[in-house]
């Protein structure tokens, strides 16, 4: 509801009506009516009541304020400059001088000689004292009136600058000129206007011009659509139209057709925590020592920041770029709470008000960490393949959030996210051994060699760093819009939601884990068990009462079983038992039945079936695979020629098998077995410590374990061979058979 204005009808005078503005050119009181007029010539007449009672009639801001308010907001003292303002207390002294008799206006503090005698309240009139300030202004040098504002003043000036002091207090005895309407360009043409507008358009899908290009094709466009004729304005006037119209042009060419793009759903205001979820992923500046060879490898850090607090919620390191396995996992770590580590003290614990530690460990199982978790409700990532397939988005449906990737080309919609990683680099990265820096220009000389961090210490370090630092740290710009000169960190961030919105703990269970991989709807072999991307998975236990029978799923996948394969480790996958819903590992049936299996993921189970197909092997079954799989691992090179045959690449890629094996290990529950890995591999080495013999004495464990195996396979006991002489006696035609005792006592009874 808007107030009531008073309408002016005067003629000259503005208003504005349904919208359209109209001028009043006539005014006819003796028919209580006026006639207004557009800008095009159209006239309407309308009487005053209809006027005064329409809602949608109003002054014009053009008209209805004078001088330096028209068309913008009120003027106020403080758009006066510095000498202005001192003119304007001048004038403002003159004016308390004539209405009190003293320039300061308080009779309880006069100045010297005050009041004068022709200023006196008590013996002059206010007309009086006004013709007496005229007088005196009068007698003023001219070139000292001129420069202190007050020349040519006369007495209806002194009443009008007394009204405007009056309403609009020191501001109104400025001058108007002084607060003179500013902004915009030299008035342009329409012709000049729309061969602005088509030039812009035109170089948006070109590539990116100067704007001395720009004022060419300006002027092309004029002299060929307008005529020769057509006033042009000069190269600055265009020059700054052009930056007022459409900002300085500094962006890329790309980046500027993508911000002319429509908004689908408008800006979006974050007031809660886990309402939005930022997630990205970026190299780590930083050369870290893998735990297979100890060589100097980059990693990658993925990051998950709660916009509304700024929490750094999860994050995780990788030795190449994350998968949807890893992303999963990921949002997997914003549901739960942080475990403390062995080493964190008290003040890592959780400090959160209303909710007791006590009370979030019981239902975590474990002393939580002072991180927040929740389920988000939208996640915000960039247009990576990783986070738009088919798994993501069965991911998204478990946890029930929604994976919203950002607009093209615009990076702005997930600047929180980027910038937390310029700032983890200012304020962790850069005072670390092996810092890489942010170019390869400003790359040390050898960061390779400064490397001593193992990626366990450094997961380690980045941990408690979010934890001890990150979380306590003091927000600067990002505080939140609800006390924005206020301190705050993300801890005190998330603690004030609790007041605001409440906290829903909701701590999924450790099953979650199968729910976040990559599902296979397969068939039971009655003898093989189930296939999988081309390897075979098997255990008797497991699978007793189910080979060769049917599962009771109906729809797309009838009759099928579900089968979850976790990509990292392809050494088992898992299966959900119908009866107990409990899940089960399957091993892999080429995997040897003594000794431990290396592990490899889904890029080695492809390179060996690969292998297999072009070597024309046609195998029955994955224990004649195996010899394939360990030349492919590196079983075929002397283990002390190991460190030194293999190439920078190779061991990469071993180091890379490895380091996800461990992290599937460590993402699963802890009920599902996994094969014990070799003491040498299990070790928490430092950056000298090389952990690759381990591995190598894996494969010839599992070498040896199949060789014995075969060896040891139960055969039938040998028959001892017969005596010597066995087979003449046997089958000489010389031989007499024995007699029969039946016909022995027939004929003993004939004789008798």
Not at 144 to 166: F, K, P, Q
Not at 383 to 406: D, K, M, T
Not at 456 to 480: F, M
Request: charged share 25%; with cysteine; glycine share 8%.
């Amino acid at each position: 509801m808007t107030a009531a204005a008073v309408l002016n009808f005067s003629p000259g005078a503005g208003l504005v009506l349904d919208g359209t503005e109209w001028t009043v050119e006539r005014r006819e009181p003796h028919l209580g009516r006026v006639q207004l007029v557009k800008d095009d010539g159209t006239r309407e007449r309308m009487t005053f009541r209809f006027l005064a009672n329409h809602p949608q009639c109003r002054p014009s801001s053009r008209t209805s304020a004078a001088g330096a308010d028209r068309g913008r907001q009120r003027k106020a003292s403080e758009d006066l400059n510095a000498g202005r303002l001192e003119l304007t207390g001048l004038r403002m002294a003159h004016l308390l001088e004539v209405a009190t008799g003293f320039r300061s206006g308080d009779p309880f503090h006069p100045g010297p000689g005050e009041p004068k005698p022709e200023y006196d309240p008590a013996t002059t009139t206010l007309t009086e004292r006004r013709h007496a300030k005229v007088a005196e202004l009068a007698a003023l040098d001219p070139q000292h009136a001129r420069l202190l504002g007050l020349g040519s003043v006369s007495y209806r000036t002194l009443i009008r600058w007394e009204n405007a002091r009056r309403r609009f207090g020191l501001v109104g005895c400025a001058d108007d000129r002084w607060l003179r309407r500013s902004g915009g360009t030299r008035t342009v043409s329409e012709e000049v206007r729309e061969a602005v507008l088509a030039v812009r358009e035109e170089t948006k899908r070109m590539a990116k011009v100067s704007m001395r290009t720009k004022d060419r094709m300006i002027r092309q466009y004029v002299r060929e659509e307008f005529g020769p004729e057509t006033k042009v304005p000069s190269y600055d006037t265009l020059r700054r139209l052009w930056k007022e119209w459409f900002g300085p042009g500094g962006a890329r060419q790309r980046y500027a057709r993508s911000a002319d793009l429509p908004e689908s759903q408008g800006h979006v205001l974050v007031h809660r925590p886990g309402q939005v979820v930022a997630l990205d992923t970026t190299v780590l500046p930083v050369m870290v020592r893998e735990h297979v060879f100890g060589d100097p490898v980059k990693m990658h850090l993925t990051l998950a920041l709660d916009v509304c607090t700024h929490s750094l919620v999860a994050f995780r390191l990788t030795l190449v770029s994350d998968t949807s396995v890893d992303v999963a996992m990921v949002l997997r770590d914003v549901t739960m709470p942080l475990p403390m580590r062995a080493d964190w003290g008290e003040d890592l614990e959780w400090p959160y008000p209303g909710l007791p530690a006590a009370v979030v460990g019981e239902f975590a199982g474990h002393a939580v960490a002072g991180l927040p978790f929740f389920t988000p409700e939208t996640v915000t990532t960039d247009h990576g393949s990783v986070y738009r397939n088919h798994h993501l988005v069965e991911v998204e449906r478990v946890l029930g959030c929604q994976v919203l990737p950002a607009r093209v080309l615009r990076p702005t919609d997930k600047a929180a996210v980027e910038r937390a990683f310029g700032v983890i680099r200012q304020l962790l990265f850069e005072h670390l051994v092996g810092y890489t820096g942010v170019d390869v220009a400003d790359r040390g000389a050898d960061p390779a060699s400064d490397a001593v961090l193992t990626a366990d210490q450094l997961e380690h370090l980045i941990a408690t760093w979010i934890v001890g630092v990150w979380q306590k740290r003091k927000l600067g710009e990002y505080a939140p819009a609800w006390d924005p000169d206020g301190s705050h960190s993300p801890n005190s961030l998330f603690a004030a939601s609790f007041a605001q919105t409440g906290f829903a703990m909701d701590i999924p269970s450790p099953e979650l884990f199968y729910e976040l991989l990559p599902a296979h709807y397969v068939r039971i072999d009655k003898r093989r068990g189930v296939k999988i991307r081309g390897l075979w998975y098997d255990d008797a236990d497991v699978l007793r009462d189910y080979r060769g029978e049917l599962s009771t799923r109906g729809g797309k996948h009838k009759g099928k079983w579900l089968i979850r394969r976790d990509p990292r480790d392809r050494r088992q996958v898992f299966f959900q038992d119908p009866l107990s819903h409990a899940w089960h590992p399957l091993p892999w049936t080429g995997m040897p039945r003594a000794g431990q299996m290396p592990a490899f993921g889904d890029a080695r189970a492809s390179a060996l079936l690969a292998k297999a197909a072009a070597a024309g092997l046609k195998p029955k079954s994955d224990t004649e695979l195996l010899p394939v799989l360990l030349e492919l691992i590196g079983s075929h090179i002397p283990v002390s020629k190991w460190p030194t045959q293999l190439k920078k690449s190779q061991r990469t890629e071993h180091a890379r098998e490895a380091h996800q094996a461990r992290a599937a290990q460590a993402d699963r529950p802890p009920s599902t077995p996994a094969p014990a890995p070799h003491p040498a591999s299990a070790e928490e080495g430092t950056a000298t410590v090389l952990s690759w013999p381990g591995r190598a004495r894996e494969t010839q464990d599992a070498v040896a374990g199949e060789r014995r195996r075969r060896r040891e396979v139960v055969r039938p006991a040998p028959v001892p061979p017969p005596e010597l002489g066995h087979s003449f006696r046997a089958r000489s035609v010389f031989v007499l058979p024995e007699d029969d005792p039946e016909e022995d006592r027939g004929g003993s009874d004939d004789a008798g």
